[in-house]
């Protein structure tokens, strides 16, 4: 390879050629091909040697040479260096040696230096290229994102995090009904609206700070004309690479029909057509609200209104005339009473409600049926008419945790009842005697004889917690009437009539059979998980002479442990020491059932027979822990009371548990006095016995303890 | 869908470029201050550095004119930089006149420029894409058209290799263009080896942080793995100037210095 053609042609001294070769080899030669480099390696030693050797010299061909090494690439300057060296070593015909050299280097210099301008132009004119394709693809890509924008059916708007309002499209200039002038220089916080969802404002300023990276929210805003405007907001944040907020994006859809609708909708559903008054409906889902979650103490009132004499109007002058008086009506109950804060709702027909939440006591109730019965003092003028309408009222006021929102309703209507029968035009307090006389006149007593056979009746057992670890200990048996006009009756609503008819016999049984056989199964199910069962024993129950026998029966039939079953009987069960009740209460006990006193302290007490009893446990009445919370009584006094009952059961060896417990803080101070067990809503509501397995299934998970306890 | 990003990478001239470094290294002068000054600081630290390049060419050289002569006349030249000393399409055509190739690079300066050279040139085309993007790249029409089934083609990953990262799964990419290239197909793969100079990785590498491309020497086990699937031609994967120099002299004494090793392999 190293010799050739052009060697031979030439016609150089070897020596040099060969110098010459090997000098082209190194450096940048490695890279190239070696019969390209031969040829290079011939045309240049050809041109020096001519250079060196002709008879005139022409440095012209020593420039070349130079030159065709630049064009092969050979822009290492060391070439250069190299190069003269050798041109220097080997003889020439005269002294053009440095003539030659210079002329080899010039030419090698030129050819570089053009070599470099070409170059450096060629990349730079390739950078401009590659900028302006990016440019153009970034010009193409801006339009295309801007006309997405521009077109986009839904609005969108972008915005700095310091909430400055930077662009917006067309479709959210429609929304807000504004000129791209009226949205210059506006800012993200002018856009607040009192309707806003609570909580959206508090997202906004999360995503702008950083915190979050988008919400969403169903947003009210005014339009420009002061219409409002609902839209569903989406909020995005939009960040730099290192992560630091940059711009907010908002997308925003027009929803107002459908918040209108939905709004009208729900409208009619909870508000009745002719009055516009809250329905029916709207009223007990108030109503049942109140009960939900009640702060403990928390008292409600009701006034139920009926109109006196509407019939005759409707009668006589027509349907017509009647609803224009119900709406008349209507219209005075609510500009009288809803200014106060309470609700007016139409239950239907002429009947109406006022619901009092937050009730401060029977006064404000009274006076809030004062005030139905003066708005509708004056006659209402109707066409030609004036009409005059009185109503009756029903007053009902309690705390909340003494009853259910079914009952409460109940004993207003007929507490109104009772108005009317009282002479009309008047309100009437509801009385619990009354009540429950009333209900045993209206319902009770005619249909009680036969509802345990048609099973009517059912039992909700009603947790009794150990205050020490928070376990539950025993459960209270609580029967219920599920009447068919009536709905879900209490004990206390019947178990007055079931004793004066003599029903509390049969009665009494079927609730110590059903609940016995109710506790034998947690037994199998659960072991000494289960809980102990306490049943009421009615006065008339614990006189009966075959009462022992009964509950021998009834054990043997359920094959519950003795034990198990505590009978909760009333402070008159045993009105003294020779009363044959005493008798059968002792053969009670000796069969291993226990014994504990109901409702203590409300009742005629003689402490001595306390002792005469064969009792273990004593139960502290609802009332007086519930007394601790009425601001009409003194707080102070009613806790000593607590605490001196407390201590004077504990004299006696007796256990005390504590009724109607509302609240962790009642239940805490209970517990550091002593006080065993406790029952209430703060330790749970009488439920269905299939609640009672599911707690104490929870229970036996560890943490499902303590976060009960918790 | 591809879309163009704010501030495209080598068009920022203030920062070296590899594809404008390595021209500069070659003695060219398609640079900018930015890449000279990355070369020169280089070059200081490792005075072979000229040289490397120069091995690295050579050896593209000779691999693309042993598979010419065997008879390849298609070539897919993937990281081709700026082609301005011995490009594969001139290499090749010294032995095959009709040889096709289509170059890629992801540098769009160095593909603008490959253009400018290039726009008469019907048988070559230049792609800007990304090596990463493999299932990208075989769906561009010029590098379909070069893959269709029927004639072999040569693949060429020469110098490109060490500057995808790991996390971005060399092997995997490999593999994903082997298994689109037709069968009889070759690969020419040279790559900077941990093995030659260890003592220059770690400030080499450091150097070329800078760079939108960084570099990553590997172990030339790991190299040779790459070829996983192909059939090595002798003399398997080698330090550059040892795979079948031109001449026995032309491997010098220090074949290691030149610190990159390089390999054709060849698909059944």
Redo the contacts between chains.
Sequence with gaps: ?SGGLSEAGAGSGPAFHDAWTRLL?G??G???????LSLLVGRTAELLHRARQDESFDPALAERAGALLVDS?F??PVVLAQAVELLQEFPVRDDRGPALCGAFAAGWAAALRE??LR??E??R???D???Q??ER??RS?EARFRALFESAAIGIGLGDTEGNILAVNRALQEIFGASPQDMQGRRVNDLVHPEDTPGVWEAYEELISGKRDYFQFDKPYYRHDGEVVWTHLTVSLIRDDEGVPQYQVAMLEDITDRYRLQERLRHQATHDPLTGLPNRAAFFERLEGLFEEPEPGARFGLCYVDLDGFKVVNDSLGHDMGDQLLAAVAARLDSALTPLGHMVARLGGDEFVVLLENCRGEQEAVAAAKTVLAALAKPVLIGDHKLAVGASVGVLERRIATTTPGAAVRAADLTLYRAKEAGRGRWTLFDPKENARAVSRYAVSVRMPSALDRGEFFIDYQPMVDLADGSLVAVEALVRWRHPQLGVLGPEEFVGVAEETGLIMPLGRWVLEQACGQAADWVDRFGSRAPKLSVNLAVRQARNAGLVGDIDRILRGTRLDPAMLQLEITESTVVGPEDEALKALHAVVDMGVSLAVDDFGTGWSNLAYLRDLPVSGLKIAGSFVGDLHDPAKDTHLGWRIVSGLVSLAHTLGLTVTAEGVESRADAERLRLMGCDWAQGWHFGRPVRPGEIARRIAEASLPEAGLAHEA | MRQPSWVPAGTDLDKPNAARVYDYYLGGSHNFEADREMARKAMELWPDLPQIMRANRAFLRRAVQHLAEQGYTRFLDIGSGIPTFGPVHEAARAIQPDARVVYVDLDPVAVAHSRLILKDDGLSSVVEGDLRDVPDLLSRPEVAELLAPGEPVVLLLVAVLHFVKDEDEPEKLVRQLRDALPPGSAMVLSHASLEGRPDQAGAHQDLYKRTPTPLTMRPVEQITGLFDGFELLEPGVVFLPEWRPDRPEAVGAHPERMTGVAGVGRLP
């Design positions: 390879m080899r450096g940048h490695s890279a190239v091909h070696p019969g390209t690439h822009t290492d070599r470099t170059e450096q060629a990349i004119l390739a950078a290229t590659a900028r394709e990016i693809a970034l890509s």
